[in-house]
């Protein structure tokens, strides 16, 4: 007989088989939307099993569509299947279900089963199975389960076996332990730090300056880099279109429409003055008379203030405000002619002192400084309200089949011929809507008028693929000498670098030769503003005294390693980073004899798959 959870299984492991697990079985199984959840291989139920326990078609069906699904929303784009199983996603859903199901196998052959009770208890937990009231509603449950093709016999039973495989889950993984030699050898390893000093070179740092390069060695670059000197594959694109600014100059806008606009925006043009000021409030004016007093005298900075009352610069500060914004200290402040400090002053938060940063001058834009801009804007307003309405004019003339320089023509529109390609992004192809369509166009695709975010109507053609081109080494001279440059001083400055090292390790000091910069105590995840990472990993791999030359891409230079400060032992955050990395091994050993387990179960009982059904089933999904 088998046994019942809720009889003789210890409360402890009746935990396991928890409500978190079950609640992202049921959200996972309803977002699948009753994809092919009964049936799915027709005639076939199985595609394979372990020991006693069949692998069930859908089960494989709907484990993959959700493998499928979740690489899909990491990619940004719905794959395929066939796409995703380029990335062995079909053998990564086929190694879990055999794992499951010889778990499933073990725990019947052994008889751990969960209890009616344990099951009820489970199930009237989700929240995808609790009604309006907030509690467990029969009716959705049944809903639900209607929905997603689901008996509740079929449900019920899968439940039982994942509540019954988490017990046994709970008790392979259970009591496991990080050694300590790996702790310490880890904590170690990525507590330690490292102080340096870094010597960075520069062409100035050079002997003597770069020789101007030969014809012969700007050639041999060119030979070799011939792809970086190679126009990519582009399509020549023949073009119409409508641009407000070509019609702008042309629309009639009134001075009455100007001068409205210019008293809807006025606020923008007649800016009053204004001063950049921080307000640091005191409980009692005694105790804003005793800072002032304190500050006058040189006995405190503003600063110290600020931290004396706990509080930061950016607690207190008010930004650029007009004499009105400050109310009752507008007066004092604006009376400062400079930076100063003025109060205590009363306000509605309490006694304060204010101290001004700077003065913002007044503006004062006029309308006859203001209306040519003005009236520019209006016009191109009503160029693009004027655009938006031969929109279908445009629209009927192509689609009557007219030639986009009919089109021309006829509406007004401006006919011009572009080479496009990824890397185009100067003039209309910095239009998003225009290198979409760019990207879809095909050769004998009719063009339809699209309008661009600025609202130009836009409609293209084309003309001819161009194959990716060399550029002729006389035009691409200028890149190539610039290519040739970079790699002659790249050596040059790796040449110096070993040369410096040899007169350092002869005795001489690493600062004659130039500013050294010194780095103290830095871990190895540690970055170096302007420097890159290899200048942190070869500290990491050097001795104590060490000199080494460096010369990566982007980098020049010397290391000498000043002294190595081991991790520290003892103290929170060395006890802290110890807890941490023994948590993460015990959760991965955990995790690897679960799998290990898992793999010896299915081996002793037997794995028989059946690749006709896997491919029946893989043909159904494309």
């Known amino acids: 007989m088998a046994k019942h959870e809720d009889d003789e299984t210890p409360k402890k492991k009746r935990k396991v088989g928890s409500t978190l697990v079950w609640g992202l079985l049921v959200l996972i199984m309803l977002g699948l939307g009753g994809f092919g959840v009964t049936n799915f291989g027709g005639g076939v139920q199985s595609i394979g099993r372990v020991g006693d326990s069949e692998i069930e078609v859908d089960d494989y069906a709907r484990a993959l569509r959700q493998q499928v699904d979740q690489m899909s929303r990491q990619f940004g784009m719905q794959l395929t299947l066939e796409q995703a199983r380029a990335f062995g996603i079909d053998q990564q859903v086929l190694r879990s279900l055999v794992a499951k199901t010889a778990l499933d196998n073990e725990t019947r052959r052994i008889g751990i089963s969960a209890g009616d009770a344990t099951l009820a208890a489970e199930i009237q937990k989700m929240d995808a199975f609790k009604g309006a009231a907030g509690t467990f509603d029969r009716e959705t449950y049944k809903f639900a389960l209607d929905r997603n093709n689901l008996s ?209 001058a007044a503006q004062n834009t006029t309308f006859d400084q203001a209306k040519d801009a003005l009236k520019k804007d209006l016009q191109l307003e009503k160029a693009k309200g004027e655009i938006s309405g031969k929109m279908e004019q445009i629209s009927d003339l192509l689609a009557s089949g007219a030639e986009l320089e009919d089109a021309a023509k006829e509406a007004g529109m401006e006919l011009a011929t572009l080479d496009y390609s990824a890397a185009t992004t100067e003039g209309v192809a910095a239009d998003p809507a225009f290198r979409e369509a760019a990207d879809a166009v095909q050769e004998g695709d009719f063009p339809e008028a699209i309008q661009l975010v600025d609202g130009t109507i836009v409609a293209l053609r084309l003309d001819e693929v161009i194959p990716a081109t060399p550029i002729p080494f006389a035009e691409a001279k200028a890149q190539v000498t610039e290519a040739w440059r970079k790699e002659a001083l790249a050596a040059a400055l790796a040449a110096r670098a070993e040369a410096i090292k040899t007169e350092v390790d002869g005795g001489k000091a690493l600062g004659g030769f130039g500013i050294v910069s010194a780095s103290r105590n830095l871990t190895r995840d540690a970055a170096l503003e302007g420097l890159p990472p290899d200048v942190i990993k070869s500290a990491f791999q050097m001795k104590e005294g060490e000199v080494r030359a460096l010369a990566v891409p982007a980098f020049a230079g010397l290391i000498r390693l000043d002294a190595v400060t081991p991790a520290a032992t003892t103290g929170e955050d060395a006890e802290s980073l110890r807890e941490s990395i023994a948590i993460r091994a015990k959760r991965d050993i955990a995790q690897d004899a679960f799998s290990l387990f898992a793999d010896g179960l299915g081996a002793e009982a037997g794995i028989v798959l059946d690749q006709t059904a896997i491919n029946a089933v893989n043909a159904r999904m494309q």
């Open 152 to 360: 509740e016999s079929k449900f019920e039973s899968d439940m039982r076996s994942d509540i019954a495989r988490s017990v046994l889950q709970g008790a392979i993984v259970g009591g496991f332990a990080a050694p300590k030699a790996y702790v310490d050898t880890i904590a170690a390893w990525q507590d330690e730090k490292r102080s340096f000093s870094v010597l960075a070179l520069s062409e100035a740092d050079l002997a003597s300056p770069l020789p101007a390069p030969t014809e012969a060695e700007l050639k041999a670059v060119y030979d070799a880099q011939i792809d970086a000197f190679t126009k990519p594959e582009a399509k020549r694109i023949t073009y119409v279109s409508l641009r407000p600014e070509a019609l702008a100059p042309d629309m009639a806008v009134d001075d009455a429409a100007v001068k409205a606009a210019y008293e809807a925006k006025v606020s923008d043009y007649v800016v009053p003055e204004k001063r950049l000021v921080e307000r640091l409030v005191y409980p009692s004016e005694d105790e804003a008379k005793a800072a002032k007093a304190k500050l006058d005298a040189g006995e405190a900075t503003f600063e110290q203030l600020v931290e004396e009352r706990k509080l930061a610069l950016t607690d207190i500060d008010l930004g650029d405000v007009s004499k009105e914004d400050l109310g009752a200290a507008g007066d004092a402040v604006f009376a400062l002619a400079e930076p100063g400090v003025v109060g205590p002053v009363v306000t509605d938060f309490g006694p304060a002192l204010f101290r001004m940063n700077a003065v913002i």
